[in-house]
């Protein structure tokens, strides 16, 4: 019996062929919320030809930083890569570390909206994705001052407030432009709470030095801006039933009965993983639902005998569960399967692939600009990461795979 489907959601904001910068300060110079996203459109959606560029340039502000103003980094670190779409991630440094102030507002309000006039004006005139930055954490962290930090830079009980005032710009800018607006701050803020009520030795992991996200807090921006885009949230879904050895529905999968609880399936994409670095991202993926929103991989077997079963997948054992949960439902994303270790893969290589890419530009083309061979030399490392981004595309098809359940 062979059941085929083909189902892709055709409303997703990125679509094939789109060129996507990312244009940020030290955040998103990190390559991690950049790369987990880049490697969830690559698995979920392994037919599309998407190109991704990190352009983050730490201490970044509206009005520019050590990359130099927003018409010179524009015109020499985005323009060149022809962008379809670009995503604005500014605003931890716009505010000062200080408290609201009328002149740094006014300033914001003066140069936001330049930075954006200066991206609308590239060729193709590229579609934004602006987003209000994530938090200053004093939710985990306990710093004593409020109102008004000891000194320059020092760490204190408010500044998130003010991230929040100046963050209405980027949400008016969205509104009025047409653009697409995600909030990093808040979901992260509700994160914080919750994991410092749940394990709060983690919690301060999440933003571990109160400005930069650590994996756990990437991966929470990270499903934010995916959801912002409406991504396909399932991986694939199957229901078999155990007394007549037939499929009941499927979506998003290939399905060949071989015989009584043992099929062959391949899903049109992969599930969504990364590196499980400390507690903290398992708690995120935990608090934040990511695999129940946004990662789909169900299986369900009805009317089994009463008792516990082993599932594998090409003979390797994946779990146990009882006759019970499996006529509910299993979530595949949960566990350890040649799925999830191929999708593992997938993220390795994204992330060296952004990591070369961003190597070729910020060390070899810019810092080395008046060097002889300079330029050529940077484009003979970005051939190098649209060969790895090349490789990856290979490396995200699905292949078929053969599940097994046994009583036990």
Known sequence: ???????????????????????????????????????????????????????????????????????????????????????????????????????????????????????????????????????????????????????????????NTVLQTYGMIVEEQAKNRGAVYIDFNEPLVTLLKEAVQAKSSEAEKIIPDGIHPGPGGHLAMAAELLKGWNVEPTVSSLEIDSRTSSVVSFQRTTVKILDSLHWEQKDDSLPFIIPESDETVGLVRKLSRLNEQLNRQVLRITHLPSGRY?????????????????????????????????????FDLC????????????????????????AEAAEGVARLAEDMRTEAQKLAQPIPHKFKLTKM
């Open 1 to 159: 019996m062979l059941i085929a489907v083909a189902m892709i959601a055709a409303d997703f904001y990125l679509k094939n062929h789109d060129r996507v910068v990312f244009y940020g300060d030290s955040i998103t110079e990190q390559k991690l919320y950049t790369s987990y996203v880049e490697s969830f459109v690559l698995t979920r959606y392994p037919d599309r030809d998407i190109t991704f560029f990190n352009r983050g340039w730490a201490g970044d502000s509206s009005w520019g930083g050590g990359g130099g103003g927003p018409h010179e980094r524009i015109s020499k670190d985005v323009k060149g890569l022809q962008p379809t779409k670009a995503v604005v991630l500014l605003g931890m440094n716009d505010g000062g570390y200080v408290g609201v102030d009328p002149k740094i507002e006014s300033t914001i309000r003066q140069w936001y909206p330049k930075v954006l006039d200066l991206l609308q004006a590239l060729p193709g005139t590229p579609k934004l994705t602006l987003i209000r930055t994530s938090p200053w954490d004093d939710v985990a962290h306990h710093y004593a001052s409020e109102g008004k930090p000891p000194e320059p830079w020092a760490p204190w009980k408010g500044y």
């Open 310 to 346: 082993q599932l594998t997948v090409d003979a390797h054992p994946v779990a146990t569960f009882s006759s019970e949960a499996l006529e509910q439902g299993v979530n595949l994303a949960d566990y350890s399967t040649p799925m999830s270790e191929q999708s593992l893969k997938v």
């Open 351 to 374: 992330y060296r692939r952004s990591e070369v890419d961003f190597f070729a530009w910020r060390t070899v083309r810019r810092a080395n600009a008046h060097a002889q061979h300079a």
